[in-house]
């Protein structure tokens, strides 16, 4: 137990669905990150969030929408994905100002678009 | 973005051995995390290394921050079957926005 939860755990939807996946964090921290895990790949940086404001967008497409309602809670909003966005979904924190420190990790949404 | 050059992609190794893996890379690195990630898990943190040259231990894992600051080692000493997993290293670049970058990972299995 990280302290970072995400659901949900598992998710399959249609390429024409939307759905959110949802993250929270009971650390205290004041970043949160949103992650793509692909089979043999890099994990890669999707958006980071700092005390609720975004400060990083590494050119994810337009079908992916975060929000960061208060430094606990990230949102994951998904809408007409292709089914290339089938990974697990990884949302992480970490203490300080965003990137400066260690980053805990939930234990993921494994998403499967059909 | 940033190469993390992570070997061996994947060890067997019996119960007991030692097992070594490193993380390379062009870049002069800040700070270097080591992760292990269970199947169907996120990566939990192991040990966090911010000093080149530092050597820090948590168990039986041991790593180490290299003084080059381009590259970092993780050793595991006497090896069980629980350590079987993957396991990423991530360097934080300082001069990039403190954007820190992942390994492709390291897949261990433990032979009984």
């Known amino acids: 137990e990280t302290g970072v939860t995400q659901t949900p755990r598992h998710l399959v939807m249609g390429m024409t669905n939307k759905k959110s996946l949802k993250c929270e964090q009971h650390?205290?921290?004041?970043?949160m990150y949103w992650y793509k895990q692909s089979a043999k790949k890099p994990l890669e940086l999707m958006f980071v969030y700092n005390f609720k404001e975004q400060t990083e967008n590494n050119s994810v497409p337009s079908r992916f929408s975060p929000e960061c309602p208060n430094s606990s809670h990230l949102f994951l909003h998904l809408h007409t994905l292709q089914p290339e966005d089938s990974a697990l979904y990884l949302c992480?924190?970490?203490?300080?100002?965003?990137?400066?420190?260690?980053?805990?990790f939930g234990p993921g949404t494994r998403l499967t678009v059909t | 973005g940033q190469q993390l050059n992570q070997s061996p992609q994947s060890m067997f190794i019996q119960e007991g051995e030692d097992v070594s893996m490193n993380c390379t890379s062009s870049s002069i690195f800040n700070t270097w995390l080591w992760y292990k990630q269970d199947p169907g898990e996120g990566p939990v943190l192991l040990i966090a290394l911010y000093k080149a040259g530092e050597l820090t231990s948590n168990g039986r894992l041991t790593a180490q921050f290299g003084i080059t600051r381009k590259d970092s080692f993780l050793n595991i000493s006497a090896s069980i079957p629980s350590d079987v997993g993957i396991y990423f290293c991530?360097?934080?670049?300082?001069?990039?926005?403190?954007?820190?970058?992942f390994g492709t990972g390291t897949s261990l299995t433990v032979i009984p």
């Open positions: 650390l205290g921290h004041n970043a």
């Open positions: 992480a924190s970490s203490q300080g100002p965003a990137g400066s420190y260690e980053q805990y």
């Open positions: 991530a360097g934080q670049l300082i001069d990039t926005g403190n954007q820190f970058y």
